[in-house]
């Protein structure tokens, strides 16, 4: 059997972060793997993680296994901070999963479950694990335009124009914030008129948001996700607290789903849990245990919201700093994008070849569609990088 298998297509990513680490060169910048670095080049524990785990360890009697779905307690921590008061709580139905990557497949397959003739709609460019995940499943794909390639920014019109052409069923998925891989958002006068297009299509809206906190807050990062859950009967939510929490190796997540009405809430739940226990029964649960524990204490709370805001400002002030290099190294406004994305990531606009020149003649590594991590960059190194990108000739 096993040698009727074929070697699987490397993972761009992981292939660039093994190239980085072969790398000899002392000065290389690493701005391809998407993880927040501090100035230092370090993934920090966070504050209130760190004293959540002290916590922990010192009350916890127990490992035993919390249930299908996950403890109850994290299902409505995340609930609260992801949709606030938004939706009743009769219409919610939550699983833990491992990671954000974890809550889309778990979505995935009750899209599949649900209604197999159904076709995702992927913003183009997406996550490439999106496209891969429904590849493998064989569902119905299509995509819709998003970014623009000449402003760097969101083609608005390109997108209202291909999600015209969805069916009642069909499911759009949609970045909630900090975009992966452009950096570019929808305003939330963008995000209504999205609602509009899926009242009169009928379509379901999935929403990825991997980024909440990062981009201009953590309620104003929710907010279009918010309104859809406001107006629309039905929505699917994969959140990551990889990032916003830093427990990126902790694999923790959560799939929401919002019903059209409380009778149907049950049901839900239960087909949730029925996909969990096809796959990995019980989800882990230690970082899920921690989000909740600071979620739910004012003190760790406070502490958690407080670093994070001085992570997302750090990435605002790299953004801004970059932008400004550039501006005056060209004397021009055309990478002024850099400072209006928002999130971890940019896409710079340049050429695969140029991407090639900028890691083999100046050590800086990112993706070769040139999505770039911000949060790799640190004082020293933006203007190492805005003179490496005006040599390359972008």
């Not at 990825?208 to 104003?220: E, K, S, T």
């Not at 050429?351 to 991590?373: A, C, F, K």
Request: charged share 20%; net charge neutral.
């Amino acid at each position: 059997m096993l040698n009727a298998l074929h070697p699987q297509p490397q993972d761009k990513i992981l292939q660039l972060i093994q190239m980085f680490k072969d790398d000899p060169r002392t000065d290389k910048i690493d701005l391809g793997v998407g993880v927040y670095k501090d100035a230092t080049g370090l993934t920090p524990v966070m504050r209130a993680v760190k004293a959540a785990e002290k916590q922990l360890w010192e009350t916890q009697d127990t490992k035993a296994y919390t249930g299908l779905a996950g403890d109850p307690a994290y299902a409505a921590a995340m609930q609260s901070m992801l949709l606030g008061d938004t939706v009743p709580a009769d219409r919610l139905s939550a699983i833990a999963t491992p990671g954000g990557t974890g809550a889309i497949r778990q979505a995935l397959e009750l899209i599949k479950l649900a209604s197999p003739q159904a076709t995702v709609w992927l913003s183009n460019p997406t996550w490439p694990n999106h496209p891969s995940i429904i590849k493998y499943l064989g569902m119905p794909m299509a995509e819709y335009r998003y970014f623009d390639d000449q402003t760097r920014g969101v083609d608005f019109d390109g997108m209202m124009a291909d999600l015209a052409g969805v069916k009642p069923g069909d499911v759009v998925l949609l970045h909630a914030c900090c975009h992966n891989p452009t950096g570019a958002n929808l305003t939330l006068n963008q995000w209504s008129a999205v609602a509009d297009n899926l009242e009169k299509t009928g379509a379901i809206p999935f929403i990825d948001i991997a980024y909440q906190g990062f981009g201009d807050g953590l309620d104003a990062d929710a907010a279009g996700m918010r309104l859809l859950a406001a107006r629309l009967p039905e929505l699917l939510i994969a959140a990551s607290c990889s990032k916003n929490f830093g427990i990126y190796r902790e694999r923790t997540g959560i799939l929401i789903a919002v019903s059209p009405r409380a009778d149907k809430r049950a049901v839900v739940q239960g087909n949730l849990a029925f996909l969990n226990r096809q796959n990995y029964s019980f989800p882990p649960d230690h970082g899920a245990r921690l989000v909740t524990m600071i979620l739910n204490d004012p003190t760790l709370r406070a502490d958690w919201q407080a670093e994070l805001e001085s992570i997302r400002l750090n990435m605002l002030t790299l953004r801004a700093s970059l932008a400004a290099e550039l501006r005056r190294l060209t004397n021009s406004d055309r990478f002024d994008f850099l400072g209006q994305h928002r999130g971890m990531f940019s896409r710079l606009g340049a050429t695969p070849e140029q991407v090639e020149t900028l890691r083999r003649d100046h050590g800086i590594y990112m993706v070769s569609d040139s999505r770039m991590n911000i949060a790799g960059l640190n004082a020293k190194t933006v203007p190492i990088l805005a003179a490496a990108i005006i040599a390359t000739g972008i």
